[in-house]
Nanobody
Framework: QVQLAESGGGLVQAGGSLRLACAASGTISRINAMAWYRQSPGKQRESVATITGGGSTNYADSVKGRFTISRDNAKNTVFLQMNSLKPEDTAVYYC??????????????WGQGTQVTVSS
């Protein structure tokens, strides 16, 4: 059983910063790619940033130069540093990970989401 738990969301003014964290726990053997997604009311969930097991990163055009994804493999944790936040970044942010469990099962897992609200 694998669980992902996000933290770090909140309310911030435009131009401000937040740092999200997502810790994976459970019977984990190895974690491959990890990612952050977001979903605003009335919109589809969209990919924000991804990081491979080797540390390669990819970003949505809308966040390039403002957001940075990183990971601590020893702690099975992925981070999202968000700078120069804009009101349009307001959304529920979800963590996602591809995990090999110790049972040998490989699966894709989601966190419960954390709200980020950027006021103008």
């Amino acid at each position: 059983q694998v669980q992902l738990a996000e933290s770090g969301g909140g309310l911030v003014q435009a131009g401000g910063s937040l740092r999200l964290a997502c810790a994976a726990s459970g019977t984990i053997s190895r974690i491959n790619a990890m990612a952050w997604y977001r979903q605003s009311p009335g919109k589809q969930r969209e990919s924000v940033a991804t990081i491979t097991g080797g540390g390669s990163t990819n970003y949505a055009d809308s966040v390039k130069g403002r957001f940075t994804i990183s990971r601590d493999n020893a702690k099975n944790t992925v981070f999202l540093q968000m700078n120069s936040l804009k009101p349009e970044d307001t959304a529920v942010y979800y963590c996602n990970a591809n995990v090999f469990a110790t049972s040998g099962v490989y699966g894709n897992f989601w966190g419960q989401g954390t709200q980020v609200t950027v006021s103008s």
